[in-house]
């Protein structure tokens, strides 16, 4: 069965700290993808990496950065943490073949407090 | 650019009625089109997805989904609610602006059950 775990359900951090959020897939997918959720602004990709060591900017990479040094996992870093950061995160997984698009497998989200 | 738009930020039934949940996305080529569930405090689950094979596409628990060119549309139907059913769900289409795998979500509808 597909899985994406993340290492949280719950934190609470405080400003100016620095925060990892971690994320492992056992689907060996190429694609790994990082999101916030907001309630009435929907999912907006923060970063995603198409292999190992690479990374691509999404829609609000502002205050944030990642590290993929394996396949299977996919950090996301707050470098210091701010309150408007205290958001759903959410991470995800996809095959990629070509020019085919497959669906993205999501992990049960973190959500972080940042007060 | 691709686009996704749910009508509906918000859709009450009563249990045993039909669902319809709309959808209009904007795409300069073939798009795939995606249907994901999202119960409260979990992660994202995929319920179906067009990839231009059948323009009528069934999912899980019961709900299909038929793609419409000529109205751009990619509406989610489900012939008798279930008080499980009562969910977020977004529709989803991919980006087709480089092969990085990347989806663009609508903003979601909240779909509310009612006994």
């Known amino acids: 069965d597909v899985k994406v775990t993340q290492s949280s359900r719950y934190l609470v951090k405080r400003t100016g700290e620095k925060v990892f959020l971690e994320c492992v897939q056992d689907?060996?997918?190429?694609?790994m993808f990082w999101y916030r959720q907001d309630p009435g602004l929907g999912l907006r990709l923060i970063y995603f990496?198409?292999?190992?060591?690479?990374?691509e900017k999404g829609d609000i990479p502002e205050g944030y950065s990642v590290s993929r040094e394996k396949k299977e996992r996919f950090s996301l870093i707050l470098e210091s943490a701010s309150t408007n950061q205290t958001s759903m995160y959410l991470c995800?997984?996809?095959?990629?073949?070509?020019?085919?698009?497959?669906?993205?497998?999501f992990g049960p989200g973190t959500r972080l407090t940042v007060t | 650019a691709q686009s996704v738009t749910q009508l509906d930020s918000h859709v009450s039934v009563s249990e045993g009625t039909p669902v319809l949940l709309r959808c209009n996305y904007s795409?300069?080529?073939?798009?795939?089109l995606f249907w994901y569930v999202q119960h409260p405090n979990k992660g994202l689950q995929l319920l179906l997805k067009?990839?231009?094979?059948?323009?009528l596409v069934k999912g899980i628990n019961g709900f299909e989904a038929e793609f419409k060119k000529s109205e751009t549309s990619f509406h989610l139907t489900k012939p008798s609610a279930h008080m499980s059913d009562a969910a977020e769900y977004f529709c989803?289409?991919?980006?087709?602006?480089?092969?990085?795998?990347?989806?663009?979500f609508g903003q979601g509808t909240t779909l509310q059950v009612k006994p």
């Open positions: 990496s198409y292999d190992v060591k690479m990374k």
């Open positions: 989803v289409v991919s980006d087709l602006s480089g092969n990085t795998g990347k989806l663009i």
């Open positions: 689907m060996d997918h190429e694609n």
């Open positions: 995800a997984s996809s095959y990629s073949a070509g020019t085919d698009f497959y669906e993205q497998y």
């Open positions: 067009y990839t231009s094979a059948a323009t």
């Open positions: 795409s300069s080529y073939s798009p795939s």
